[in-house]
């Protein structure tokens, strides 16, 4: 980096989304000096619109626009590792994958080399400073808090960035932006789901594997009872209890996939439940504020989950989750973030 010390410039990833043209906003309100970045991750059918509209918007703010081509990168550590996941009877977390070892260390490298302190993007999350270390807390809008993707960030990272949208709720956003006559940017739809991905994952292995890749095998009860065939265990994820095919006269669930013998193991909700897991590949910003405590929260789902956990360093260098309460449809694959309250102090990968 050629310029150490702070300075008010700023590097901003923009999508041509709502949430980035604001970021941009609201950064060059605030005095910085903005370069807006986008990074070509992946294109359907070479749609480059985001592109244009992130130009259009830089230009309107007399700011610079770069565009990094990542598409090689990106097609190999994320979009390779989520189809190689559920061939291996996992469940993947891409946009965990690509905030953490992708989206932001590209914005710190990029910010190094041009000699910016300051990176930024529309994420909903916000920042605090607890005992010597920077952890991401919540945003303030509770539908669109994001701070479940970015529990692997370093302190090198956390310590510059800044996250103009986490005291904002996406209504007021959609206001300013239609208040400073961005009407586009107000009106464009949130991105749902994965990016490369928007359609059902099942429809997005079948396009992208040879055929053949994918055969018909067996359904069984946890007795080794044969229930019914289905259409291929990466069809299938733990927890799961719609579109199985099946109609038995009770419910049941994805408890176990078995890649080698295209085996997937059924059984009720209760046989899922489990009150300890595994973390490989953790991340944890103050392990004196997560270890061995008795108030952590793991999320192991964006939405509507949160339990009560105790978290230990094992010899193997695993993390150790005791759960307080059992947690069902446990899926090894999936992350785990660790929360005190509003803030992330970690998280891992489900083995
Ligand atoms: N292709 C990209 N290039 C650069 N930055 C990006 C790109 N895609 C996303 N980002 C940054 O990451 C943030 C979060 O992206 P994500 O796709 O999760 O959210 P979003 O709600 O769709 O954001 P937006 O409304 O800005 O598109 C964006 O606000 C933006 O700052």
């Not at 081509?69 to 559920?86: A, L, Q, S």
């Not at 005992?131 to 991401?136: E, F």
């Not at 009860?221 to 009770?250: C, S, V, W």
Request: proline share 5%; with cysteine; aromatic share 10%.
């Amino acid at each position: 980096m050629r310029e150490t010390e702070s300075n008010n410039k700023v590097l901003l990833g923009m999508s041509g989304g709502t949430d980035s043209s604001v970021a941009a906003l609201l950064l060059q309100d605030a005095g910085y000096e903005v370069t807006g970045i986008t990074f070509r991750f992946y294109e359907k059918e070479n749609d480059t619109e985001y592109l244009e509209d992130a130009r259009a918007l830089c230009e309107r703010l007399n700011i610079p626009h770069l565009t990094y081509d990542v598409r090689d990168t990106f097609r190999k550590t994320i979009i390779d590792y989520f189809i190689n996941e559920y061939m291996a009877g996992h469940t993947p977390v891409p946009c965990t994958l690509c905030n953490n070892y992708l989206k932001w260390p590209l914005l710190k490298k990029i910010s190094d080399e041009m000699g910016i302190y300051h990176f930024a993007t529309g994420h909903y999350v916000r920042r605090r400073f607890i005992n010597g270390c920077y952890h991401i807390t919540t945003g303030v809008d509770p539908d669109k808090d994001q701070s479940f993707f970015l529990w692997g960030l370093p302190q090198e990272i956390l310590q510059r960035m800044l996250l103009p949208m986490g005291n904002l709720t996406k209504a007021r956003v959609r206001e300013i932006a239609a208040e400073r006559g961005f009407l586009k940017a107000a009106h464009k739809r949130d991105s749902l789901g994965v990016c490369f991905c928007p359609m059902d994952y099942r429809t997005f292995l079948h396009k992208e594997l040879p055929e053949g890749s994918i055969l018909p095998g067996k359904f069984f009860d946890e007795m080794g009872n044969f229930i019914a065939r289905h259409k291929g265990y990466p069809f299938y994820t733990i927890g799961q209890r719609r579109g199985l095919g099946i109609d038995l006269n009770r419910a049941v669930f994805v408890k176990e996939i078995i890649p080698a013998e295209n085996k997937v193991i059924l059984s009720d909700l209760k046989a899922l439940e489990k009150t300890e897991m595994r973390l490989k590949e953790w991340h944890i910003t103050n392990p004196a504020l997560l270890l061995n405590k008795d108030d952590i929260i793991v999320k192991i789902r964006y939405r509507k989950q949160a339990n009560r956990c105790t978290v230990t360093l094992q010899p193997d260098n695993t993390l150790h989750v005791q759960l307080h309460e059992p947690l069902t449809a446990i899926a090894p694959g999936q992350a785990a973030a660790f929360y005190r309250d509003d803030v992330v102090l970690g998280g891992g990968i489900i083995i």
